[in-house]
Antibody, heavy 119, light 108 residues
Framework: EVQLVESGGGLVKPGGSLRLSCAASGFTFSTYSINWVRQAPGKGLEWVISSTTNYIYEAESLKGRFTISRDNAKNLVFLQMNSLRAEDTAVYYC??????????????WGLGTLVTVSS | SYVLTQPPSVSVAPGTTARLTCGGNKIAIKSVHWYQQMPGQAPVLVIYYDSDRPSGIPERFSGSNSGNTATLTISRVEAGDEADYYCQVWDGDTDHWVFGGGTKLTVL
């Protein structure tokens, strides 16, 4: 089955760190760009960071606190989140980009994992 | 940074046509993608590259893009279409994906 499954969410204190994982199955993982998108409670979608086959793009608002990495051999993408703040509280989705040149959108999404930053 | 503007809400009667807009500066030169998000669920791509439909998306969903406005049109609206809809583009100037604020579609 073609799917993405996120894990690693939970409760973390302000200033803490968390690593999210996204496990892919059912497709040739290494040839796709994978993105992280988050959604704060009751709010809209916010793009976080992307890992393409050659580049990494990240939202400027993160100010370098988040990094993305991938293990193509294990079909995994990781989101390392440091210096977490209350405003980082959100459901974090990983999403597959269905083609090159930003023309195809995100055609496959995981169910999301909730990150709560609170003391 | 590039901004996409969507009306917060649109209401239509069942069986009529819903037109959801997404405004952006010269958006016509960008590829616009649209997502449907039901409460408590992950987003689903319903239109990509302005007007293409992924497999499994009903023909009732269509898209257009011209000037400063992209439009998602839902024909013969059903109660099951009630959801939040988001537009998205790639901003090549900043190398960022940008989402609109979303429109809540209510079927009266």
């Amino acid at each position: 089955e073609v799917q993405l499954v996120e894990s690693g969410g939970g409760l973390v204190k302000p200033g803490g760190s968390l690593r999210l994982s996204c496990a892919a199955s059912g497709f040739t993982f290494s040839t796709y760009s994978i993105n992280w998108v988050r959604q704060a409670p009751g709010k809209g979608l916010e793009w976080v960071i992307s890992s393409t086959t050659n580049y990494i793009y990240e939202a400027e608002s993160l100010k370098g606190r988040f990094t993305i990495s991938r293990d193509n051999a294990k079909n995994l993408v990781f989101l390392q989140m440091n210096s977490l703040r209350a405003e980082d509280t959100a459901v974090y989705y990983c999403a597959r980009e269905n083609g090159p040149n930003w023309n195809y959108g995100f055609d496959l999404w995981g169910l999301g994992t909730l990150v709560t930053v609170s003391s | 940074s590039y901004v996409l503007t969507q009306p917060p809400s649109v209401s239509v009667a069942p069986g009529t046509t819903a037109r959801l807009t997404c405004g952006g500066n010269k958006i016509a030169i960008k590829s616009v993608h649209w997502y449907q998000q039901m409460p408590g669920q992950a987003p689903v791509l319903v239109i990509y590259y302005d007007s293409d439909r992924p497999s499994g998306i009903p023909e009732r969903f269509s898209g257009s893009n011209s000037g400063n406005t992209a439009t998602l049109t839902i024909s013969r609206v059903e109660a099951g279409d009630e959801a939040d809809y988001y537009c998205q583009v790639w901003d090549g100037d900043t190398d960022h994906w940008v989402f609109g604020g979303g429109t809540k579609l209510t079927v009266l």
